[in-house]
C-alpha cells in the first residue's frame, strides 16, 4: 500500500530546495540548487512512499531514459535516488518556461520554426524508436526548451518498450493527440503511433490548436473529442503561407490507419525537409544515433548524404546514477506512468527563437535521460556522463528535385452511365512501391486529401466539369507534384 506524501518537498543531500514548479497525479518537480557543481536542476518526486508499483513505475521511467539521452533533442536526467521521507526522486537538466504548449496558447508558429521544431524532434522520435521505446504521449507540454532554445522531447512516464502484440498496456494517452488505434482500444503501441502524435503536434504548431478542436474555441469533452478523431477527416490547414505540400505530409502521418502513415519518424521528418527544400528554407538536419561498427542506410543518410547528422554509440547497458539522498541505496531507479506535470507559464520571450541550423560539431555528450512533464531544463556541459565514441556528418544541403517522387503517369476520366465519373492512372514506376493522395478540385473550395492503395478512384459527377489531382506517395515518405486531369460532366 502505498500513502500520499504530496506537499513539503523532500529533504535531499547535496541539494536545496529553492520553490515548486508543477504538480500532476503521481508526481511533483520542484526547483533545487545542486551545490556541487553548483547550478538549479529539476527534481521530479513521487508523491507516494517507495512500494510495489510506484517503485517500479519510477525505476521503468529512468531506465528508459537512460537509453536515449544522449541525444541533443531529448532531455537529460543527472541522477536518481531515494529520498529520506522514502519518496524516489529524478534530478533532471533544467531551464526556464515556456513549453511549446505555453508558447502556442500565445499564438502559433510561423511555417519555418514548425518545421524546424517538428524535424529536431522527429530525430529524437527515431532514436527512441531505435532503442526500442515508443515515447506514446508526444504533444506540445511535453516539447520544452533548452536555454539554447532546442526544442527537447520529455516525459517518457508513459513510454513502453516495443514487445509482441498483447504484451503493453496503454495507459495515460493525452486524448487530444492520441491516434484512433489508441481510442478505440488498441493495446499496443508501435512506431507509427508516434508519427500520428508527431504530426498532431505539428499540426498545432500552425494552428494554435489540437486536429479535432473546433475552430470556435468551444471545448468539447473528451468522448466527444475521441469521436471526432476517430471519425472525422483532418480539418485542411487555412494558412496561406503553408504550401499544399505540407497539408498532404500531415494527412500522411495522421492517416485513421497505421499501415498509411509514414513507416517511421525518419521517413515524416524526410518529407517535411522536402517541404522545407519547396519553400526555400535552410534544411534542418536530422540528428540520429548509430550503432557503432554499422553503415549508415540510404534513409538514414539522405539520398546525397546531407541534412543528416549521425552519432556513432558503443552500445553499453549503464544504470542511471544514483544522486545521493540520505537514504541512497546505489540501485537504479526510475519513474511513475501516467504523470500530468504543469509548468509554470511565464512570459514568451521572443529572443526564444531558435537558430536556423543546427551545430556541424557536436563536443560533448549528454547523459541518462530525459522525464518532467512540462519542465524546461537546461544542459550544463560540467557533468559527469557517460563517454560514448561520437562522430558526426556535415550537414549539406537538399536537392529539392531529388527528394521528389515521380508522378502517377496516364492520368484520365472516363464519365459513366450512372452519373459518376471514374479516374485511373498508372504507377509512376513498374517497380513503385506506396500509395496515392488524391482530391477532387472544386474551385473555391478546399476539399479534403484522401488515400488510396489503387489506381482508380470513381466521384459523383459535378454540373460542368469534374476534376481531381493525384500524388504519389513513396514508402519512404517522400510525395510526388499533383498530376490533375477533367472530365465535361455536362
Not at 493495446?187 to 508527431?198: E, G, I
Not at 473546433?214 to 468539447?220: I, M, V
Amino acid at each position: 500500500m502505498t500513502t500520499d506524501r504530496r506537499g513539503a518537498p523532500p529533504v535531499i543531500a547535496g541539494f536545496t530546495h529553492v520553490r515548486g514548479l508543477g504538480a500532476g497525479g503521481y508526481s511533483t518537480v520542484y526547483l533545487y540548487e545542486q551545490h556541487m557543481p553548483r547550478r538549479e536542476v529539476a527534481v521530479k518526486v513521487t508523491n507516494v512512499d517507495v512500494a510495489g508499483r510506484a517503485t517500479s513505475g519510477f525505476e521503468h521511467e529512468a531506465n528508459l531514459m537512460a537509453k536515449v539521452s544522449t541525444h541533443p533533442a531529448i532531455l537529460s536526467i543527472y541522477g536518481a535516488g531515494v529520498a529520506a521521507d522514502g519518496r524516489p526522486f529524478l534530478v533532471m537538466e533544467y531551464c526556464p518556461p515556456p513549453s511549446l504548449e505555453t508558447v502556442l496558447r500565445r499564438g502559433t508558429l510561423s511555417v519555418q520554426n514548425a518545421l524546424s521544431t517538428a524535424i529536431q524532434i522527429a530525430g529524437a522520435v527515431e532514436t527512441a524508436h531505435r532503442a526500442g521505446i515508443i515515447h506514446r504521449d508526444i504533444k506540445p507540454a511535453n516539447i520544452l526548451f533548452t536555454t539554447y532554445r532546442r526544442p527537447v522531447l520529455a516525459d517518457f512516464g508513459i513510454s513502453a518498450m516495443s514487445v509482441p502484440d498483447g504484451d503493453q498496456e496503454l495507459r495515460g494517452m493525452s486524448v487530444p493527440w492520441a491516434p484512433p488505434e489508441q481510442l478505440v482500444g488498441g493495446r499496443t503501441a508501435r512506431p507509427t503511433s508516434d508519427v500520428y502524435s508527431l504530426g498532431a503536434t505539428t499540426y498545432a504548431m500552425l494552428t494554435g490548436r489540437s486536429p479535432f478542436e473546433p475552430r470556435d474555441g468551444r471545448s468539447l469533452d473528451i468522448y466527444e473529442l475521441s469521436r471526432r478523431i476517430v471519425n472525422e477527416p483532418l480539418t485542411p490547414l487555412t494558412r496561406q503561407d503553408a504550401p499544399p505540400s505540407l497539408q498532404r505530409v500531415l494527412s500522411i502521418a495522421m492517416d485513421k490507419r497505421p499501415e498509411n502513415r509514414y513507416g517511421s519518424a525518419l521517413a515524416f521528418a524526410r518529407a517535411l525537409q522536402q517541404v522545407e527544400a519547396e519553400l526555400d528554407l535552410p534544411i534542418t538536419t536530422v540528428d540520429l544515433l548509430q550503432e557503432a561498427g554499422t553503415e549508415p542506410s540510404e534513409e538514414e543518410q539522405g539520398e546525397d548524404g546531407s541534412a543528416t547528422r549521425l552519432g556513432v554509440f558503443n552500445r553499453v547497458e549503464q544504470p542511471v546514477v544514483d544522486a545521493g539522498g540520505p537514504r541512497a541505496s546505489g540501485r537504479t531507479i526510475t519513474a511513475l506512468d501516467d504523470d500530468e506535470d504543469e509548468e509554470e507559464e511565464s512570459p514568451w520571450n521572443r529572443r526564444a527563437r531558435r537558430g536556423r541550423t543546427v551545430l556541424a560539431v557536436v563536443a560533448t555528450i549528454v547523459t541518462a535521460a530525459l522525464v518532467g512533464g512540462a519542465i524546461l531544463l537546461a544542459r550544463d556541459k560540467n557533468i559527469t556522463r557517460p563517454s560514448p565514441t561520437f562522430a558526426t556528418i556535415s550537414p549539406g544541403t537538399i536537392d529539392p528535385l531529388a527528394s521528389q517522387a515521380d508522378p502517377p503517369r496516364n492520368l484520365a476520366g472516363e464519365l459513366g452511365q450512372d452519373g459518376a465519373v471514374t479516374f485511373t492512372w498508372e504507377a509512376p514506376a513498374d517497380d513503385w512501391e506506396g500509395s496515392y493522395l488524391y482530391r477532387e478540385i472544386v474551385p473555391g473550395q478546399e476539399t479534403k486529401l484522401e488515400t488510396t492503395k489503387t489506381t482508380e478512384v470513381t466521384l459523383s459527377a459535378r454540373s460542368g466539369r469534374t476534376c481531381i489531382e493525384v500524388y504519389g506517395v513513396r514508402d519512404d515518405g517522400r510525395s510526388s507534384a499533383a498530376v490533375t486531369a477533367c472530365v465535361d460532366t455536362p
